[in-house]
């Protein structure tokens, strides 16, 4: 299905997966296989998924969840927005942490290359040396200072960015009974989907992906 390229990624490496395209495959011999495998062989594992799999298991667990969300509305809220304050909170300090050990260099860099220029104008370094000393430790500076910006736009966004139940529970509203898949359905309920290695249990071949919707993310329903 055309809609899912550039949504659904290898568990493995976190690469994506491009669709394979011959004249001379089937619709159900259809695939897509992990680019890192395609670009360098033997960079992964083979990795693919026939595309009548991979639409039958998203239209599985998009039915799965949605009935779920539909006849236990309450519970659904609460556990989602558990989810949310939890991975928010994981988030959050995982890149403010990072960010204090960025800011540190930055400072140290800015004390270091006042040093230099007060070096080169008291003639203890040539300015050749000066320029080639400066030069690299402006670009650290530099990268340094990108990694922190970015930081503090991931930060913003993980604040704004909160799951969010209700919204999902209106795209399920919308919905009164999914029997196949869309693009339109796609694209509202899903952001993303991983793909696991195939393996064999019982002496089956058995594929398991992870779909990260919209509004709420990944989400484990209880068993029962």
């Given amino acids: 299905m055309p809609v899912l390229s550039g949504m659904v990624f290898f568990a493995d490496c976190g690469k994506k997966l491009y669709q394979v395209r011959c004249k001379t495959l089937t619709a159900e011999k259809e695939h897509m296989v992990c680019s890192s495998y395609r670009k360098i062989r033997g960079g992964c ?21 949605t009935a779920y969300a539909r006849n236990h509305e309450s519970e ?11 991975e928010l909170s994981k988030s959050l300090k995982a890149n403010h942490k990072e960010l204090e050990q960025a800011n540190q260099p930055v400072t140290k860099l800015d004390t270091i290359i006042q040093k ?11 300015d050749e040396r ?18 922190v910006n970015e ?15 209700e919204s999902f529970l209106k795209l399920v ?22 793909v696991f290695k195939a393996e064999k249990i019982d002496g089956r071949r058995t594929q398991r ?15 029962n």
């Fill in 45 to 65: 594992s083979s990795h693919q998924i026939r595309n009548v799999v991979l639409e039958k298991l998203i239209l599985a667990d998009i039915q799965r969840i």
């Fill in 76 to 86: 659904f809220i609460e556990m989602v927005t558990n989810l949310s304050e939890k």
């Fill in 116 to 126: 230099l220029y007060e070096d080169n104008l008291e003639g203890k370094i040539t």
């Fill in 130 to 147: 000066f320029i080639k000393l400066s030069t690299g430790y402006e670009q650290e500076q530099k990268d340094l200072e990108d990694r």
């Fill in 151 to 165: 930081l503090q736009s991931l930060i913003e966004t993980d604040k704004s960015n909160t799951l969010n139940a």
């Fill in 173 to 194: 509203r919308k919905y009164t009974d999914i029997l196949t898949l869309d693009a339109e359905i796609i694209r509202e309920f899903v952001e993303k989907v991983i």
């Fill in 209 to 223: 992906i992870q779909i990260i919707y919209n509004c709420i993310g990944a989400v484990e329903l209880p068993n």
